[in-house]
T-cell receptor, first 110, second 114 residues
Framework: RKEVEQDPGPFNVPEGATVAFNCTYSNSASQSFFWYRQDCRKEPKLLMSVYSSGNEDGRFTAQLNRASQYISLLIRDSKLSDSATYLCVAGRSAGNMLTFGGGTRLMVKP | NAGVTQTPKFQVLKTGQSMTLQCAQDMNHEYMSWYRQDPGMGLRLIHYSVGAGITDQGEVPNGYNVSRSTTEDFPLRLLSAAPSQTSVYFC?????????????FGNGTRLTVT
């Protein structure tokens, strides 16, 4: 089993839709969590860190569920420009290794 | 402030050749790392460093060497290139190993080994 797992998608949604992705992690010692966005043939870019209490940045909301060992990303009012692959990342506290999930592809259609 | 700079952007090697992928950061980050990204495999950690003079292996270190003589630079060496090393390579740095210290990536190097 992979340490960090994501549904690869693609998730095809219309503009304006709300879409949610989940990401499960297997190592209960994980303490660091992030969501990255990666456009085709580009480097991953930080979308948001995921805090224990959850956090929101504009149309994006990230949540952490430690009991079930998953993190989620909610995108409201989807834009065409949100089309990308979303990568979740988990790492152990003060750890040396951040592990990436395989990514979830989102395609927002007009 | 350039961030993380990788060179070259593209490279084609023949099997058995060696080369060095360069990575430099100007953010005074303690932690630097190399990942490779392959279709269906996601990003996998090759080697990392938590400071000058300190390096360690990640998930897929075989066939690669690294060194960290300065805080800024973290080159990745392919000793004898193999077709299985055809991939996109990303260098990434983070301020430290704190829980909320994210990785910052370079633009990547696309390597083809024939």
């Amino acid at each position: 089993r992979k340490e960090v797992e994501q549904d690869p998608g693609p998730f095809n949604v219309p503009e304006g839709a709300t879409v949610a992705f989940n990401c499960t992690y297997s190592n209960s010692a994980s303490q660091s969590f992030f969501w990255y966005r990666q456009d085709c043939r580009k480097e991953p870019k930080l979308l948001m860190s995921v805090y224990s209490s959850g956090n929101e940045d504009g149309r994006f909301t990230a949540q952490l569920n430690r009991a079930s060992q998953y993190i989620s990303l909610l995108i409201r009012d989807s834009k065409l420009s949100d089309s990308a692959t979303y990568l979740c990342v988990a790492g152990r506290s003060a750890g040396n290794m951040l592990t990436f999930g395989g990514g979830t592809r989102l395609m927002v259609k007009p | 402030n350039a961030g993380v700079t990788q060179t070259p952007k593209f490279q084609v090697l023949k099997t058995g050749q060696s080369m060095t992928l360069q990575c430099a950061q100007d953010m005074n980050h303690e932690y630097m790392s190399w990942y490779r990204q392959d279709p269906g495999m996601g990003l996998r950690l090759i080697h990392y460093s938590v400071g000058a003079g300190i390096t360690d292996q990640g998930e897929v270190p075989n066939g690669y060497n690294v060194s960290r003589s300065t805080t800024e630079d973290f080159p990745l060496r392919l000793l004898s290139a193999a077709p299985s090393q055809t991939s996109v390579y990303f260098c990434a740095s983070r301020l430290d190993r704190g829980d909320y210290s994210p990785l910052h990536f370079g633009n990547g190097t696309r390597l083809t080994v024939t």
